[in-house]
């Protein structure tokens, strides 16, 4: 049970970083806030400080940052519809930026403590497409196609949401054939085919990395690691949402509503405490790493309702120089919610569904 609670407090944790970035955009911009709330449906308690009411809500899922005009006609000086454009644009931004600056935080404490993993190749399966294409134990990957390799995670990645394609590899050989010594290495280029496996059933090119983590040697090196930690997590929602559309992913095995997402943190955060505290931080921090990142991109995708189809219709006023009609726009985000919370239903039974 306390595991669930935490991966509730978690995902808690989430939601208010990103209301919180609305509310203090909206609040240095000069904008009212009506209400800021944690959670969703009946207030549990609230208090009133000055405009703005602080809540807490009974489902421990989403919030809202209420600002004064925002979905109507209101002219006074504290009115969202009030601001410039530009003013506007931050303030909706701020919600999955936050996101994004947390997962940042995320992604340090994980670095901190296991440092990078390297794509150096340990292993070359004989007879396997990357032996025919002369790859050794050493090499190591820096580029697939035209995607830069920074560590083993981004080849599996591309191999699962590229199943089968021709591969280009550039890879650096060391001059002596270990890293740990080596002054020099070689710059080379190959091209192989992946195989598919039966046993895994997926496509691989026949190779298995090192399993140490390299640590980072300087506070830029470190800022590096973790700044790749926040790309990969971006880099997988983007490749999932465009595996989903092209039907490499089953909606149902891949996609998790708040329900599903607190019971996997959970059942991690149990495994976690086995091993003790440091790797139940780094159980906490790898999910806030890739919640939050998750949380941040996909709100600043152009649907309606969300952020990102907030910001679409913002730049297409900065583009007119006029606002979109209010009514109109009203009605694609009022018709977005609707297929949003049929999604969010839908999920939730999954979720149910994979609990039974």
Not at 58 to 71: A, H, I, T
Not at 90 to 98: D, K, L, R, T, Y
Not at 127 to 147: F, H, V, W
Request: net charge neutral; glycine share 10%.
């Amino acid at each position: 049970m306390l595991n669930i609670l935490a991966g509730i407090l978690l995902f808690g944790v989430l939601v208010l970083v990103h209301e919180f970035g609305h509310f203090l955009l909206a609040k240095l911009n000069g904008i009212g806030v009506v209400e800021f709330s944690i959670g969703m449906g009946p207030r549990l308690c609230s208090v009133v400080r000055g405009e703005t009411r602080y809540s807490l809500k009974c489902l421990p899922f989403g919030g809202s940052c209420m600002m004064v005009g925002e979905d109507a006609d209101n002219a006074g000086p504290k009115a969202f519809n009030s601001k410039s454009v530009w003013a506007r644009i931050s303030v909706i931004a701020a919600g999955p930026i936050f996101n994004l600056v947390l997962a940042l935080f995320f992604a340090m404490v994980t670095v901190a403590q296991v440092g990078h993993d390297m794509p150096i190749l340990y292993e070359v399966v004989e007879g396997s497409p990357a032996a025919a294409a002369g790859l050794q134990p050493g090499d190591k990957l820096t580029r697939i196609n035209k995607r830069k390799v920074s560590s083993r995670r981004d080849v599996s990645m591309y191999l699962m949401s590229h199943p089968g394609e021709p591969l280009t590899l550039r890879y650096e050989r060391p001059k002596g054939g270990s890293w740990e010594n080596a002054k020099a290495w070689e710059a080379r280029v190959t091209q192989l085919v992946p195989e598919f496996n039966q046993e895994y059933q997926a496509y691989m090119m026949g190779v298995s990395f090192y399993g140490n983590y390299q640590k980072a040697q300087n506070p830029i090196e470190f800022l590096s690691f973790s700044l790749y930690e926040v790309k990969y997590c971006v880099a997988t929602t983007i490749d999932g949402i465009r595996m989903l559309f092209q039907g490499q992913m089953k909606v149902q095995d891949s996609v998790a509503g708040p329900v599903g997402i607190v019971t996997m943190v959970g059942e991690t955060i149990e495994e976690g405490q086995k091993e003790g505290m440091a790797a139940l931080i780094n159980v906490l921090a790898t999910w806030g790493l890739l919640l939050s990142a998750t949380l941040g991109i996909m709100n600043l995708l152009p649907i309606p309702a969300l952020d990102g189809g907030r910001l679409l219709f913002l730049f297409v006023e900065l583009l007119r120089g006029r606002p979109v009609n209010p009514e109109k726009e009203g009605m694609v985000h009022a018709a977005g919610m609707v297929v949003l919370m049929m999604l969010m239903v839908l999920v939730l039974f999954n979720d149910i569904r994979k609990l039974l």
